[in-house]
């Protein structure tokens, strides 16, 4: 879906431990180049190349990716892309997520509890083969290399301009980004949409609940129009008077 000029929400349907999930990487695009934010989970390298040309964005347009913060569902095609388009791709990431997204730091919530929890969710049919390699691939899980570093405030050169947000708590290093031109926050998992409203963030799937909820107070500094949510999608009408009431609430 383009959202304005420039600016283009994915919507990629993906089955995830037999259940269909859909997520919304965000595509930015100008003249000179197209950039990602966040590569799905692991196998979604075709489907989101699918996708980018479905949008009429030539797919060797895209010299970026933008990984909003280190969750699997973010870094998940990473290395499908750096792999499928060597010494063609930057990537950009905030300092404190560096380390989980290059495999340094085992990614936060990816704990031997977390896992065991995770297999023992598998729907009963699923193969023991498929069990096995489902614990192995996150025990092992995707990662890629960080070419550049960006920070809170920091007004990347991307259609028409593009300010990075740091909003931690979700993760340490999460980033949330506002696209100028078109007045539009890309929230990542800083908040989501469910059944049609924009909420604040799920304590469950959050490294710093407390923190994550004290983040939202920085998306009132933006004149918002519209929101991208990672999970849920697109939220329009009202948003600056919706993301104050959540504000309210802390």
């Given amino acids: 879906m383009q959202i304005a000029n420039g600016i283009h ?26 950039v990602l934010i966040d590569t799905g989970y692991p196998g979604n390298f075709p489907l989101i190349c699918k996708a980018i040309e479905e949008h009429h964005v030539p797919l060797d347009k895209l010299n970026t990716i933008i990984i909003s913060h ?8 990473l290395p499908a892309f750096l792999n499928e388009m060597p010494d063609k791709l930057t990537v950009l990431a ?18 031997p509890e977390a896992i065991d929890r995770a297999v023992a969710n598998l729907p009963e049919n699923v193969s023991p083969e498929w069990r096995k390699a489902f614990r192995a691939n996150l025990e ?32 340490p ?46 998306f009132t500094e933006y004149d918002i129009e519209k929101v991208i949510c990672y999970h849920g999608g697109l939220f329009e009408g009202n948003v ?9 609430h802390i």
Avoid: W
Avoid at 99 to 106: A, R, W
Avoid at 140 to 165: A, F, R
């Fill in 94 to 111: 905030s300092e404190l997520e560096k380390p989980y997204i290059q495999g340094e730091k085992m990614l936060i919530k990816v704990t």
């Fill in 140 to 171: 092992n899980p995707p990662k890629g290399q960080v070419h550049s570093l960006i920070e809170d405030g920091q007004i990347l050169p991307v259609s028409g301009g593009l300010t990075v947000i740091l909003t931690p708590g979700h993760t």
């Fill in 240 to 248: 600056n008077a919706r993301i104050a009431e959540l504000v309210s």
């Fill in 9 to 34: 929400m994915l919507e990629l349907e993906v089955v995830v431990m037999g259940r269909t999930n859909v997520i919304h990487p965000v595509l930015l695009c100008d003249d000179e180049r197209a």
């Fill in 173 to 218: 290093g999460h980033l949330s980004f506002y696209h100028i031109p078109s007045k539009t926050l890309i929230a990542a998992d800083a908040m989501v949409v469910a059944d049609g409203q924009l909420n604040g963030p799920i304590p469950a799937y959050c490294a710093d609940y407390e923190l994550a909820v004290q983040s939202l107070k920085k």
């Fill in 70 to 77: 280190q969750d699997i569902d973010h870094i998940g095609s």
